[in-house]
């Protein structure tokens, strides 16, 4: 290196250690005074300057002892966070859908192109971000803004038909992703991954449903779900797909094994109960019978996942490819599962002993792993499963990191089993449930006595308390979340496991999604309890 090369070196350098002794400096004196105003100028002079100062300042990480976070999370800051992280969210997820430049109808999984590269359009978190933007439509007042999220889903059917004409290397509906030219990706990778149709299906029945409700019948038949054999419609040919090939093996949600899988087995369920119904009200009965037929074999295999020796719903059962080192069998898809998956009927449903059970003991294991958990005020960061090795960008020792949406998935998890107790009426307490109970933060300082056999019922109080006991702890892991992001709102795919920043594929659209959806059922909760 040149002498002046050098010097130029050790001056930036300087430079760079100078902006963050400013940058702790300026950060307590804003934290002092406590309003998000100041928060939002931190954030603008922060822009201003180079991006390793930045990282070090985003969100109020608990791994910058300097920082005092408790003014990040007061009940007032928490309440204005949850609005600006909504607009955010609506807006990072916006972002990835029919982005400049692709054809129009694709879902990127997130706009980085390189380490990692995910602009491609994956079927699952494509499926799952434009679900979300039919929840945008459904709560949109203004007429224009309606029409805009219509004509993004009449793009997404447009490409999800054209995904399935196109040839690809898993030879049928599985393949799990595509070039955002609408081309086949034609390098290796975990294929088939069959939960990919069942969630398309999901979404676009929801969007039948809206166009049907429209008395657009018609503009039904032909694109969504005409009724024939062979099919030339995009749900008909992913209900046709789900109910004639769901025992066959696949990869799983992570695209690491391959096997059965409670997640990909739940979705395929929930889809064919779905798409029964639909086939009913279009008049294509015996699609309809076929289709229940299907998805009540599928709930034989379903309760095998049940381990009952070790207290939770295991992952994926006969695996038969892909990576091995899963021993535990413990892993977050199994919640999604149950979120993506629930039929609205009583399988698998929330309150269910298995899924709280299944739910607490993750939560322990992941909180065990992560030097973020040693805060215990914050609930529990979430990740994939305990043996995870991928960081986001490549797999390494002990790499494996907390997931935005699965920690999202926690509170959303949380908030719909406080909705479906209050649907039962009561809360039993039993010996799968009661350790979940008592791990409550805050369960010590109510007194309530709880043993396995007690019944605590609506309106006797006690119930009222637990549901608002579980509507707080809901809240933690949305707070775990707002701890570790910037000011910005931008959600990555990750959280490093040690120093809690942002990591992995930014402005991942599933980790938007995610967000949104756990703030809707939110809402529905806090109706629920305070209904005025
Ligand atoms: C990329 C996959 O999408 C991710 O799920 C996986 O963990 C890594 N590759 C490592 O195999
Ligand atoms: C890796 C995740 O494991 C997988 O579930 C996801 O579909 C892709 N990333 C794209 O976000």
Same mark, same amino acid.
């Given at each position: 290196?040149?002498?002046?090369?050098?010097?130029?070196?050790?001056?930036?350098?300087?430079?760079?250690?100078?902006?963050?002794?400013?940058?702790?400096?300026?950060?307590?004196?804003?934290?002092?005074?406590?309003?998000? /105003?100041?928060?939002?100028?931190?954030?603008?002079?922060? %822009? $201003?300057?180079?991006? $390793? @100062?930045? =990282?070090?300042?985003?969100?109020?990480?608990?791994?910058?002892?300097?920082?005092? @976070?408790?003014?990040? &999370?007061?009940?007032?800051?928490?309440?204005?966070? #949850?609005? %600006?992280?909504?607009?955010?969210? #609506?807006?990072?997820?916006?972002?990835?859908?029919?982005?400049?430049?692709?054809?129009?109808?694709?879902?990127?999984?997130?706009?980085?192109?390189?380490?990692?590269?995910?602009?491609?359009?994956?079927?699952?978190?494509?499926?799952?971000?434009?679900?979300? +933007?039919?929840?945008?439509?459904?709560?949109?007042?203004?007429?224009?803004?309606?029409?805009?999220?219509?004509?993004?889903?009449?793009?997404?059917?447009?490409?999800?038909?054209?995904?399935?004409?196109?040839?690809?290397?898993?030879?049928?509906?599985?393949?799990?992703?595509?070039?955002?030219?609408?081309?086949?990706?034609?390098?290796?990778?975990?294929?088939?991954?069959?939960?990919?149709?069942?969630?398309?299906?999901?979404?676009?029945?929801?969007?039948?449903?809206?166009?049907?409700?429209?008395?657009?019948?018609?503009?039904?038949?032909?694109?969504?779900?005409?009724?024939?054999?062979?099919?030339?419609?995009?749900?008909?040919?992913?209900?046709?797909?789900?109910?004639?090939?769901?025992?066959? !093996?696949?990869?799983?949600?992570?695209?690491?094994?391959?096997?059965? !899988?409670?997640?990909?087995?739940?979705?395929?369920?929930?889809?064919?109960?779905?798409?029964?119904?639909?086939?009913?009200?279009?008049?294509?009965?015996?699609?309809?019978?076929?289709?229940?037929? =299907?998805? =009540?074999?599928?709930?034989?295999?379903?309760?095998?996942?049940?381990?009952?020796?070790?207290?939770?719903?295991?992952?994926?059962?006969?695996?038969?490819?892909?990576?091995?080192?899963?021993?535990?069998?413990?892993?977050?898809?199994? #919640?999604?599962?149950?979120?993506?998956?629930?039929?609205?009927?009583?399988?698998?449903?929330?309150?269910?002993?298995?899924?709280?059970?299944?739910?607490?003991?993750?939560?322990?294991?992941?909180?065990?792993?992560?030097?973020?958990?040693?805060?215990?005020?914050?609930?529990?960061?979430?990740?994939?499963?305990?043996?995870?090795?991928?960081?986001?960008?490549?797999?390494?020792?002990?790499?494996?990191?907390?997931?935005?949406?699965?920690?999202?998935?926690?509170?959303?998890?949380?908030?719909?089993?406080?909705?479906?107790?209050?649907?039962? *009426?009561?809360?039993?307490?039993?010996?799968?449930?009661?350790?979940?109970?008592?791990?409550?933060?805050?369960?010590?300082?109510?007194?309530?006595?709880?043993?396995?056999?007690?019944?605590?019922?609506?309106?006797?109080? #006690?119930?009222?308390?637990?549901?608002?006991?579980?509507?707080?702890?809901?809240?933690?892991?949305?707070?775990? +979340?707002?701890? !570790?992001?910037?000011?910005?709102?931008?959600?990555? /795919?990750?959280? *490093?496991?040690?120093?809690?920043?942002?990591?992995?594929?930014?402005?991942?659209?599933? &980790?938007?999604?995610?967000?949104?959806?756990?703030? =809707?059922?939110?809402?529905?909760?806090?109706?629920?309890?305070?209904?005025?």
């Amino acid at each position: 290196m040149r002498p002046w090369d050098k010097t130029r070196l050790y001056f930036s350098r300087f430079m760079n250690q100078f902006f963050v002794i400013f940058f702790i400096f300026a950060r307590n004196v804003f934290a002092f005074t406590d309003s998000s /105003e100041s928060c939002r100028l931190s954030d603008d002079l922060i %822009s $201003s300057f180079s991006r $390793s @100062s930045y =990282q070090l300042f985003q969100g109020c990480s608990r791994s910058f002892p300097v920082i005092d @976070s408790k003014h990040c &999370s007061t009940n007032a800051t928490f309440e204005s966070w #949850i609005n %600006s992280e909504k607009s955010a969210s #609506i807006q990072g997820l916006l972002m990835n859908v029919s982005p400049e430049g692709v054809t129009r109808g694709v879902v990127t999984a997130s706009p980085s192109r390189s380490d990692p590269d995910y602009f491609f359009h994956w079927v699952r978190d494509a499926s799952l971000v434009m679900s979300a +933007v039919i929840d945008l439509y459904e709560d949109s007042l203004s007429a224009s803004r309606k029409r805009e999220y219509e004509r993004l889903l009449e793009d997404f059917v447009d490409f999800s038909r054209k995904n399935q004409l196109t040839q690809n290397l898993s030879g049928g509906l599985g393949e799990p992703k595509f070039n955002v030219d609408g081309t086949a990706y034609s390098l290796e990778w975990g294929r088939p991954q069959n939960d990919g149709p069942a969630l398309r299906a999901l979404t676009l029945i929801r969007f039948a449903r809206i166009r049907l409700a429209q008395g657009a019948i018609d503009w039904v038949r032909v694109r969504l779900y005409d009724g024939l054999i062979p099919t030339h419609s995009v749900i008909k040919s992913d209900l046709e797909f789900i109910s004639h090939h769901w025992r066959e !093996h696949s990869f799983d949600v992570w695209e690491e094994v391959k096997g059965q !899988h409670f997640y990909t087995q739940m979705v395929q369920r929930r889809a064919l109960l779905e798409g029964a119904a639909l086939a009913d009200d279009l008049k294509d009965f015996q699609a309809a019978k076929w289709y229940r037929k =299907q998805a =009540q074999a599928l709930e034989a295999q379903i309760l095998k996942y049940w381990d009952d020796s070790r207290k939770y719903i295991q992952v994926t059962r006969d695996d038969s490819g892909g990576i091995s080192t899963k021993v535990s069998g413990l892993d977050v898809a199994v #919640i999604l599962g149950c979120l993506h998956g629930y039929a609205n009927d009583d399988f698998f449903s929330f309150s269910d002993d298995r899924v709280i059970s299944t739910a607490d003991v993750l939560r322990q294991a992941f909180d065990q792993l992560y030097t973020i958990n040693r805060d215990s005020s914050l609930g529990t960061a979430i990740g994939r499963y305990p043996e995870d090795v991928y960081d986001g960008h490549s797999v390494g020792v002990n790499a494996g990191n907390p997931w935005v949406l699965a920690t999202l998935g926690y509170a959303e998890l949380y908030s719909r089993i406080a909705q479906d107790f209050f649907r039962r *009426n009561q809360i039993r307490v039993t010996t799968l449930n009661l350790p979940f109970f008592q791990s409550l933060d805050g369960i010590q300082s109510l007194g309530v006595s709880l043993r396995v056999g007690i019944v605590f019922k609506k309106g006797g109080g #006690i119930f009222e308390t637990l549901l608002t006991l579980i509507q707080k702890n809901a809240d933690l892991y949305l707070k775990r +979340v707002q701890y !570790h992001s910037p000011l910005s709102g931008s959600l990555s /795919e990750q959280m *490093n496991r040690n120093t809690g920043f942002m990591q992995g594929a930014r402005d991942l659209a599933w &980790s938007y999604a995610s967000f949104l959806t756990a703030i =809707q059922e939110r809402e529905k909760l806090a109706r629920l309890l305070s209904p005025d």
